[in-house]
């Protein structure tokens, strides 16, 4: 079984990012990435002081934003200086929003270069052109480490558990894409019968946020397994994967942590690097 280990991905990405960070400093712009939320609780706090610390260490300039109020006008207020603001490369939005304050206007709000999730209407749509300018982090994190592995979906059958609007819907779109061409289903809390999907995968993706849902009798023998999953459970970070059940059946799988979660973060910062390269260009 082979193990997907991010690590030598993401030492190829960070070397890479640093190179195009340094020649943006040579031209005078360093990249800037802000984290919109209003007054994030200590777990939020803990995860954006992670992302922080990747920035720092690449040359990326990072800062929370926080809107004035726990209202919606008060969010759209503060992305449209964002927007307007020359020095900012990229936001993310920090999600759950607080109730009444819709996901989807937020997200409108933002211009779909400093959208550095890639989760605008318009990056996600262009998806459907295949035209990946922006994918959602995880979901392109998800397809560069199969790719890195050399993992051919030409033809497989690939079966996405898991139909959320960052992850499992648009890594379906990006597998259907004919550089790819997988033969996707995506399954879903209400699919009836999950084993008899997941058994007959040749690849399977699960990104479900369920701890130990695909267990020994979800996976057929030499299947490729990627697990998106990250769960705290008992204070230990683990997937969506029993992988101990599972270790032996298949022919290679990705780890939680040190999988797909390790390059999502650099996948981001590549994001904040490529609008930043725009700005120099335009
Ligand atoms: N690796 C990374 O960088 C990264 C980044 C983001 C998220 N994640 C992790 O990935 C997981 C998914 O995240 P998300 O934001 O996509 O979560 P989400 O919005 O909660 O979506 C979960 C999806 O899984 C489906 N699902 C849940 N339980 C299921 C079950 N028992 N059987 C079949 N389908 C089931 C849900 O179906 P319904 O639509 O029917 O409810 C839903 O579509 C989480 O563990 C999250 O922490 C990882």
């Given at each position: 079984?082979?193990?997907?280990?991010?690590?030598?991905?993401?030492?190829k990405i960070e070397a890479s990012l640093k190179d195009r960070i340094n020649s943006l400093d040579r031209?005078?712009?360093?990249?800037?990435?802000?984290?919109?939320?209003?007054?994030?609780?200590?777990?939020?706090?803990?995860?954006?002081?992670?992302?922080?610390?990747?920035?720092?260490?690449?040359?990326?300039?990072?800062?929370?934003?926080?809107?004035?109020?726990?209202?919606?006008?008060?969010?759209?207020?503060?992305?449209?200086?964002?927007?307007?603001?020359?020095?900012?490369?990229?936001?993310?939005?920090m999600?759950?929003?607080?109730?009444?304050?819709?996901?989807?206007?937020?997200?409108?709000a933002l211009s779909?270069?400093?959208?550095?999730?890639?989760?605008?209407?318009?990056?996600?749509?262009?998806?459907?052109?295949?035209?990946?300018?922006?994918p959602p982090c995880?979901?392109?994190?998800?397809?560069?480490l199969a790719e890195y592995y050399g993992?051919?979906?030409?033809?497989?059958?690939?079966?996405?558990?898991?139909?959320s609007v960052v992850v499992g819907k648009p890594l379906a779109m990006m597998l259907l894409k004919k550089s790819?061409?997988?033969?996707?289903?995506?399954?879903?809390?209400?699919?009836?019968?999950?084993?008899?999907?997941?058994?007959?995968?040749?690849?399977?993706?699960?990104?479900a946020g369920k701890p130990g849902l695909i267990k020994r009798e979800h996976v057929k023998e030499g299947a490729v397994v990627l697990d998106v999953g990250i769960n705290a459970v008992d204070c230990r970070i683990v997937g969506d994967v029993d992988l101990e059940s599972v270790k032996d059946l298949v022919s290679a799988i990705s780890p939680v942590p040190g999988g797909v979660g390790t390059i999502t973060t650099f996948v981001l910062m590549e994001h904040v690097v490529k609008s930043a390269e725009m700005v120099i260009r335009s």
């Open positions: 079984m082979m193990v997907l280990e991010a690590k030598p991905l993401a030492r031209l005078g712009k360093k990249p800037k990435l802000v984290a919109v939320s209003y007054k994030p609780d200590p777990s939020a706090k803990a995860y954006l002081e992670s992302q922080a610390r990747v920035a720092r260490r690449l040359g990326i300039t990072y800062e929370i934003v926080e809107p004035g109020q726990e209202d919606e006008a008060s969010y759209i207020e503060t992305i449209q200086k964002i927007n307007d603001d020359p020095s900012i490369d990229g936001a993310i939005i999600t759950p929003l607080p109730e009444g304050v819709s996901e989807e206007r937020v997200r409108i779909p270069v400093k959208d550095v999730e890639g989760v605008t209407p318009q990056n996600l749509g262009a998806l459907f052109y295949e035209n990946e300018f922006m995880t979901a392109e994190a998800t397809l560069r993992i051919d979906f030409t033809g497989k059958n690939t079966v996405v558990v898991g139909r790819r061409s997988a033969t996707v289903t995506v399954c879903h809390t209400r699919t009836k019968d999950l084993t008899s999907f997941t058994r007959n995968a040749d690849i399977l993706i699960v990104a």
